[in-house]
């Protein structure tokens, strides 16, 4: 089950985007005092909207033209004074404001400055933390917290036993060979099932392994040579041993899914009972990988990828048990970097941090694990959290937009004029039926039954690795819980879940600089509320939209209606694959279309929404010169996506992620908006638009 600690699975859920790009490398901190500037740009503020305020009209840049370029006119004062921190290849404004001041939360919680409101909670979170800053015993354990896996590994002879390895890797938080986890049957929504997916590559993708002896590849070679070296290998068979692994993966590659394929729902809803799955892969014993995991062996799976499986059973028997082996051990250095000596943490930086992210050096160990310490205990720590840093009055002012922007979505269906009305009529009866959940899940925790040991690291990072993935992975073939989450509550994003048709809004994002219940509504509706907006469009983008009310897989659409919404689409497409951040290189529109489609609706449903906050409460004056509180709206939007990062990390998005560079979600989104032409006094011209 490829759960990660603090993670999403895009495949489960759509998200807003930025945190889901960027690795712990992006973490660093800031103190909260009055507003200041630092080093690196970034604004430090507590909960007044004075200074939040004084914010907002400080990262304009007046001198650009709002016509020509909003991005930097909302935010080109940031952008121009802006340095990446050490160890960061990018960093988002609001994101990096809201997750620095997590960070402080937790560094002052971890050494005691607020009253613990579950004592036995801190204490786990103070043993986690303390054991990942103890290098001097990560130093004198050096392999043994993985040992006894490459044990496994060095004695796999078969088949049968390179299964069971693979799974025990899975069980310890390295993704290796496929990709697995639970979520809810496309098409029974109230049952979860198993699903399999394509996976085990080293680099960032299948695009990554296009060509030969390209810089990505040549760099993947030498950082798994010092691997084999750091194991015990000679520097000559360790190069070559890279060299036969590469090779492997490149059949990986080579029968894996584009992203287009894997994101759309329809082809990768391939159920099968798990006899006949074992009959099409007779030569992968599967019983040995869940017994390794001990899980039971399900009665039913869904096969995303087929062909990748298929290639599998071709290739796993014709591979030498010798690469099969030393695929696994560098796979399982590769994925416990982190948690080993200083010479395993700097060649993984050296690949994955300077060449492929840009760094010029890595992030410090106190910003690494106060960033791990939230990602991995994150709902233990907002168990405190939440109590401390959310008023009543906070989460009143979130139900109220929430509410605002969950009507505002149904006027928007009830008055698409291009839908029929057997299409609407279904629309409307899945906005309705849309739960919507803030703040934090209702659950307890389950990393407070784990035990920790200071002078354990890597151990303790299994141990929350081991307990997710079981969870997860027990769930396959239990009803669903629509009240769980995919995330814990500190996380700095949203999400919206297709198939339990329900959008999330962790506490993390409900702060500054999203969010604030003394901000000027403009700024709340403009920053958070066009994310909410966003989640909601995702119910009926063009994935989202194949989902019905329950969450099942249904082709609801009239014929009439599902053409119009293509058509519509694509011209999503042409806009956003017409930008070109580089020279030759453009925006994939096809890639990046739901969240585009997301980015578009969600800041129209934000808009409209403001506009009825107003007729309900009055008109509230901008309390900056020289900009309507329209306007402000829009910058608040606009400022939610500045961004700096390298061209390294860059070039990589463009690749692989799912959304537009930030810079081409602002532009393309003002660009399609009536509203925005007319806060500004520019001509309208005709935009692309489906909500």
């Known amino acids: 089950m490829e759960r990660r600690r603090g993670s999403i699975s895009w495949k489960q859920v759509l998200c807003v985007g930025v945190l889901m ?8 901190a800031c103190r909260r005092s009055s507003t200041r500037k630092q080093p690196n740009g970034v604004p430090n503020f507590d909960h007044s909207s004075e200074d939040a305020i004084k914010d907002v009209a400080a990262t304009i840049d007046i001198s650009v033209d709002p016509g020509k370029d909003f991005y930097r006119f909302s935010s080109g004062s940031w952008l121009r004074d802006s340095k990446l921190p050490p160890g960061t290849s990018t960093l988002s404004r609001s994101f990096y404001i809201a997750q620095s001041r997590i960070t402080q939360f937790t560094r002052d919680l971890i050494a005691g400055k607020y009253p613990p409101t579950n004592p036995a909670g801190l204490n786990k979170i103070q043993t986690y933390y303390a054991s990942c800053m103890d290098l001097e015993s990560i130093e004198k354990l050096g392999l043994s917290p993985v040992q006894p896996l490459l044990d496994r590994i060095d004695h796999l002879s078969d088949m049968s036993s390179f299964m069971a390895a693979t799974g025990a890797l899975q069980l310890a938080n390295v993704p ?13 929504p109230a049952m979860n099932l198993l699903q399999f997916t394509q996976g085990g590559l080293g680099l960032a993708g299948p695009s990554y392994y296009a060509g030969a002896q390209t ?11 010092q691997m084999f070296t750091f194991s015990g290998m000679n520097s000559v068979d360790a190069l070559a041993a890279a060299q036969r692994v590469l090779a492997f993966e490149m059949q ?16 990768t809803y391939n159920p099968t009972s798990f006899s006949d799955f074992q009959g099409t892969t007779p030569a992968l014993p599967w019983k040995a990988l869940f017994d390794a995991q001990d899980i039971p062996v399900p009665s039913l799976i869904n096969v995303q990828v087929p062909p990748f499986f298929a290639a599998l059973q071709q290739v796993l028997p014709a591979t030498p048990v010798a690469v099969l082996r030393d695929y696994l051990k560098v796979h399982l250095l590769l994925g416990m970097a982190q948690q080993l000596p200083q010479r395993f943490r700097n060649a993984y930086f050296e690949l994955y941090g300077k060449q492929l992210g840009g760094l010029s050096e890595p992030q410090p160990r106190a910003s690494y694990c106060e960033a791990a310490t939230v990602n991995d205990l994150g709902d233990l720590i907002a168990e405190q959290y939440v109590q401390i840093s959310l008023s009543a009055n906070d989460k009143e002012v979130v139900n109220e937009l929430v509410s605002d922007l969950r009507a505002e979505l149904r006027s928007t269906l009830a008055n698409s004029g291009w839908m029929d009305e057997p299409t609407r009529k279904v629309a409307l009866a ?21 035990t920790f040991d200071k002078l354990q690291w890597a151990e303790n990072f299994m141990a929350v690795a081991r307990q997710m993935f079981q969870l997860n992975a027990l769930q396959a073939g239990r009803p669903v819980d629509r009240n769980a989450w995919y995330t814990n509550a500190l996380t700095v994003n949203a999400y919206y879940d297709p198939q339990r048709n329900v959008i999330v809004v962790p506490a993390g994002i409900l702060q500054p600089p999203f969010f604030g219940s003394g901000f000027p509504a403009a700024m709340n509706y403009g920053s958070i509320g066009a994310i909410v907006g966003h989640e909601l ?8 939209r194949r989902f019905d009310a329950s969450g099942r897989l249904d082709d609801w659409w009239s014929a009439a209606s599902a053409a119009e919404f293509a058509q519509r689409a694509e011209c999503f497409k042409k806009e956003y694959s017409a930008f070109e951040p580089f020279p030759g290189i453009h925006v994939n529109g096809s890639q990046t279309l739901n969240e585009n489609i997301a980015d578009n609706g969600g800041l129209g449903l934000a808009y409209a929404a403001y506009q009825n906050w107003k007729k309900r409460h009055g008109p509230q004056p901008s309390p900056i010169r020289g900009l309507s509180d329209d ?20 070039r990589a998005w463009l690749m692989g992620d799912p959304h537009a560079p930030p810079e081409y979600r602002v532009r393309g989104s003002v660009a399609n908006s009536e509203p925005f032409s007319s806060a500004f006094h520019l001509s309208p011209e005709k935009g692309c638009r489906i909500w």
């Open 631 to 650: 306007q402000l709206f829009f910058v608040a939007f606009g400022q939610t996506w500045a961004t700096v990062s390298t061209e390294a990390f860059e």
């Open 430 to 450: 899945k906005a309705n039926a849309m739960i919507s959940q803030t703040v934090a899940p209702s659950t307890r925790p389950p990393e407070a039954n784990l």
């Open 21 to 28: 790009s960027v690795p712990l490398l992006l973490l660093w």
């Open 252 to 267: 990986l590659a080579n029968a894996s899914w584009s992203f287009a394929d894997l994101n759309d729902a329809t082809k």
């Open 537 to 544: 469009t995702h119910g009926f983008d063009s994935n989202g």
């Open 176 to 188: 290796v060979l496929f990709g697995s986890t639970v979520f809810p049957d496309s098409k029974s």
């Open 215 to 225: 810089a990505p590849q040549q760099g993947y070679v030498s950082f798994m040579q």
